[in-house]
Structures are given as C-alpha cells and as structure tokens.
C-alpha cells in the first residue's frame, strides 16, 4: 500500500510561484506513474501533469503547459509540481497520485493511489 502526502499549497499573489511537493511511502515508487491533479470549488477533480517511472513523458494538461513543470526524485520518493505565473484560476486543492499502469495516465480511474490534498489560492 502507497501513502501519498502533499505539500507546499498556500496563498499566493497572480504571477508568483509554488512548488508542490508529494512524498511516498510504503511501496516501490520508482515503478509507478506519478500525476497531478486538481478541484476547484463545484467542479470535478482535473488532470495536471504525469510522469511516468520511464522515459515516457512528461504530459501536461493545456492548462499548464508552458506554465507548470512535473518532476520526480526516485531517491527521495518525491514528486514535485513547479507552478510559475500562477492565475487566480488555478485555485484549487491540489492532489498527487499514483498508478500501477505504465504509460502517462491522464484519467482519475487510472490511478490508485491519492494524496489528501494541499490548498493552492492564488489571488488577483
């Protein structure tokens, strides 16, 4: 069983930059494929970013491209999200996850594993 915990959400102003952190344990984290995702208040949970433990990847929703960089430390078994030039549209709480299938995955029924979530507010 994979334990995900999050870190690094808070409140921020729109143009400023976070770093998420997501640190695992209790399984093989170096063979599973890592992804971010979010839920803004009333909406449904959205794909962010995935790396898988491969070469394949990074993938990246519209919404972050250019903007948010997924990374990975198979060493520390940590996952990071560096988001730059934030937007008040990206408020929301945010969640790591992991998934036993190989591949970029972009789709929540994909993964197995989920973090509980970090607030990220970014105000106008």
């Known amino acids: 069983q994979v334990q995900l915990v999050e870190s690094g959400g808070g409140l921020v102003q729109a143009g400023a930059s976070l770093r998420l952190s997501c640190a695992a344990s209790?399984?093989?984290?170096?063979?599973?494929?890592v992804g971010w995702f979010r839920q803004a208040p009333g909406k449904e949970r959205e794909f962010v970013a995935t790396?898988?433990?491969?070469?394949?990847?990074?993938y990246y929703a519209d919404s972050a491209k250019g903007r948010f960089t997924i990374s990975r430390d198979n060493a520390k078994n940590t996952v990071y999200l560096q988001m730059n030039s934030l937007k008040p549209e990206d408020t929301a709480v945010y969640y790591c996850?992991?998934?036993?299938?190989?591949?970029?995955?972009?789709?929540?029924?994909?993964?197995?594993?989920w973090g509980q979530g970090t607030q990220v507010t970014v105000s106008s």
């Open positions: 996850a992991a998934s036993q299938y190989s591949g970029l995955r972009r789709g929540t029924y994909e993964y197995n594993y």
């Open positions: 790396k898988s433990w491969s070469s394949a990847g990074p």
């Open positions: 209790g399984g093989t984290f170096s063979t599973l494929t």
